[in-house]
């Protein structure tokens, strides 16, 4: 049914897990990458090759808002109005994207040539405001850019939008680094060289020097030691002690221990993972091989969110690259130790970075989050001991080993060691990825790094953690970002994704363009988060057009109180923290929405 080389990279798929089920997702996004909609047929096909039921495949492919059963145009066009991209005026590309086309959202052109969507955060948000074709990014959107590119594919002219096109990799359209004189480059040393993603500048860097040292010379305790002196705390969001963390998988256990790398890098705001995976593959490999040797592990996966498929290749092609060296497979750097890893690609459900959905999806299931304790490190994946870890997480740790867990420490102030990799994005002059020390103020990053707040404007806002952390108001400016000082002011640091709002932006609109992204994206398990959710959206949509009612400010409100803490995930308090603090920190211009019957900061729409 398919080409042989799709029925060949199926088969490395299924080689790669101890259950064949987990091939299912990057399985049906293969199948569909190359004959289209996911039919019966397929279905089908799938469920015989995995000894699965056709009900257990099609219960996946409508959790994942990218595999599909509906036809898609040759270019299939997705424009990005999440946050960071409505900011910097999604919302005029996408409109302008209708216009051109002619088209409604899910529609394909009569040629079969052009079909469009509106989708929510792709991770290209310090880069806004942007839109994918098919898997390829086209970031720094203005409207006379998109008009070419739909000329371009009219005339279908189009680029290679191949799945394993190389022209993807290196496109000259992104750079999403931001080169700072003042920034500490240790997590981004590397990345300023051309070619750093190859193994061979790698190795010019002394990569993989450490983990030989490392898997010669220390054994887990000491290596697990060295982490928690370094005071690492995890860069996906919650920010628990690494060092903690690894110590409570049990040594003792007779399963087979996991190792789980997040690249589902999903929260609005953040795209700090994307350069890493991008700019220098092996040092991530080098740490999860080192962090592999400390959890005495000897298979891990990098689960890479179903948009980065570029990064999928490019990381993919690292790890193969580090087998052909012996720096991974057995008996790595002929020290007797063995260690196998698989890259492995989502498809596009945000609730997946959470690391109990993740693993679940791992297992080729729905994202449902799992219900804790058990924690993975006893319970993880296929029920044995896991550690997931974020990809920033994972890259420090050769520096760590390399320096010393107190040199790294001391980077940043107490119980906060060590840089950070900030996305900075919104209405700044240069949004960028910035590595700074942690303790770095707000003010400094946003003034000094990303150029400061758009010329000509006022800061009134700023979203310090990702799209879920509660927005602070600019009075908060001289925080440091350390996980106590932000909490003081009252938000979280979360994933490290700063989002600046200046005097035009409705804080209305941006609580309504939230909490639409987190109806789209619950799981639908617990009731508080799947009915609030849209209640809320519904609530904000109404709301802002102008058709507000008196009551809807402390209804709003005391619907996200009422989600908060009553899910079993956070996801349900994610979606509730940016409303309550909207209404907490800006309810005048909530009350101002009522008075005018319309938003006082978009004039043109209809008052009532
Ligand atoms: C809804 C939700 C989404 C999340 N998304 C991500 C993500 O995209 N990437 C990530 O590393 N962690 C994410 N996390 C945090 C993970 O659950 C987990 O804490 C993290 O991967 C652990 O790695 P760390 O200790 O290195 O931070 C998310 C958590 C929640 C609740």
């Given at each position: ?377 006893v319970v993880g994946l296929y029920g044995c001991p896991t550690v997931v870890n974020n990809v920033e997480t994972l890259s420090a740790i050769p520096h760590i080993l390399k320096n010393g867990g107190e040199w790294y420490a001391k980077f940043g102030p107490e119980k906060n060691g060590g840089t950070r990799l900030f996305s900075v994005s919104g209405h700044v002059e240069r949004p960028g990825n910035y590595e700074v020390p942690m303790g770095t103020t707000l003010r400094t990053l946003i003034e000094d790094f990303a150029g400061g707040v758009r010329q000509g404007h006022q800061l009134k806002a700023i979203i310090p953690g990702g799209s879920s952390t509660p927005i602070l108001t600019a009075d908060k ?132």
């Amino acid at each position: 049914m398919f080409s042989p080389q799709t029925e060949e990279k199926f088969s490395k798929l299924v080689s790669r897990y101890p259950s064949k089920r987990s091939a299912l997702i990057p399985m049906l996004l293969f199948a569909q990458d190359e004959k289209g909609p996911l039919t019966g047929e397929i279905v089908d096909y799938v469920a015989r090759y995995l000894h699965l039921t056709p009900l257990e495949v099609e219960e996946v492919i409508s959790f994942y808002s990218m595999l599909t059963k509906k036809p898609r145009g040759k270019f299939h066009l997705q424009v990005c109005t999440n946050i960071s991209c409505m900011l910097r005026g999604a919302d005029k590309i996408w409109e302008r994207v209708k216009e051109k086309t002619g088209l409604k959202p899910g529609q394909v052109s009569a040629d079969g040539v052009v079909s469009i969507e509106e989708v929510e955060c792709m991770g290209a948000c310090t880069t806004a405001p942007a839109l994918q074709v098919n898997y390829d990014f086209y970031e720094n959107l203005t409207v006379e850019r998109v008009d070419q590119l739909l000329e371009d594919l009219g005339r279908r002219k189009g680029p290679d939008t191949s799945p394993d096109s190389e022209q993807m990799e290196s496109s000259p359209r992104r750079r999403h680094d931001a080169e700072h004189p003042r920034a500490t480059r240790l997590l981004t040393a590397g990345m300023a060289a051309k070619d750093s993603r190859s193994l061979e500048n790698f190795l010019a860097r002394e990569g993989y020097q450490t983990a030989e040292k490392v898997l010669k010379s220390m054994n887990a305790d000491q290596i697990i030691e060295e982490v928690k002196k370094s005071g690492l705390r995890g860069r996906g969001g919650a920010g628990f002690s690494t060092g903690m963390k690894w110590g409570f998988v049990p040594r003792q256990s007779p399963k087979p221990k996991y190792l789980v790398c997040n690249a589902d890098e999903s929260e609005p705001g953040t795209c700090k993972d994307r350069p890493l995976l991008e700019y220098d593959p092996h040092q991530l490999i080098e740490g999860m091989i080192i962090a592999a040797r400390a959890l005495e592990c000897h298979q891990a996966y990098i689960y890479i969110r179903g948009e980065y498929r570029y990064l999928f290749n490019i990381v993919s092609r690292a790890v193969e690259e580090a087998y052909a060296r012996g720096f991974l497979g057995k008996n790595i750097f002929g020290s007797g130790w063995n260690l196998e890893l698989a890259t492995h690609t989502g498809a596009g459900a945000y609730i997946c970075g959470e690391e109990t959905a993740l693993l679940e999806s791992l297992e080729g299931k729905r994202g449902y989050p799992r219900i804790k304790p058990p924690f993975p490190a006893v319970v993880g994946l296929y029920g044995c001991p896991t550690v997931v870890n974020n990809v920033e997480t994972l890259s420090a740790i050769p520096h760590i080993l390399k320096n010393g867990g107190e040199w790294y420490a001391k980077f940043g102030p107490e119980k906060n060691g060590g840089t950070r990799l900030f996305s900075v994005s919104g209405h700044v002059e240069r949004p960028g990825n910035y590595e700074v020390p942690m303790g770095t103020t707000l003010r400094t990053l946003i003034e000094d790094f990303a150029g400061g707040v758009r010329q000509g404007h006022q800061l009134k806002a700023i979203i310090p953690g990702g799209s879920s952390t509660p927005i602070l108001t600019a009075d908060k400016i001289d925080t440091p970002l350390t996980f106590e000082d932000i909490a003081k002011a009252g938000s979280m640091l979360g994933s490290g994704a700063v989002i600046v709002m200046d005097e035009t932006t409705c804080i209305v609109n941006v609580a309504r363009v939230l909490t639409r992204f987190y109806a789209h994206e619950s799981c639908g398990w617990c009731v508080p988060c799947r009915e609030g959710t849209v209640w809320m959206r519904k609530i904000f949509n109404r709301y802002h057009d102008g058709f507000g009612r008196k009551e809807d400010i402390d209804l709003l409100d005391s619907v996200a109180k009422k989600i908060l803490g009553h899910t079993h995930c956070p996801l349900g308090d994610a979606s509730a923290m940016p409303v309550i603090s909207a209404i907490k920190n800006f309810r005048s211009e909530f009350e101002e929405h009522l008075k005018l019957g319309a938003c006082p900061l978009e004039k043109n729409l209809v008052a009532v």
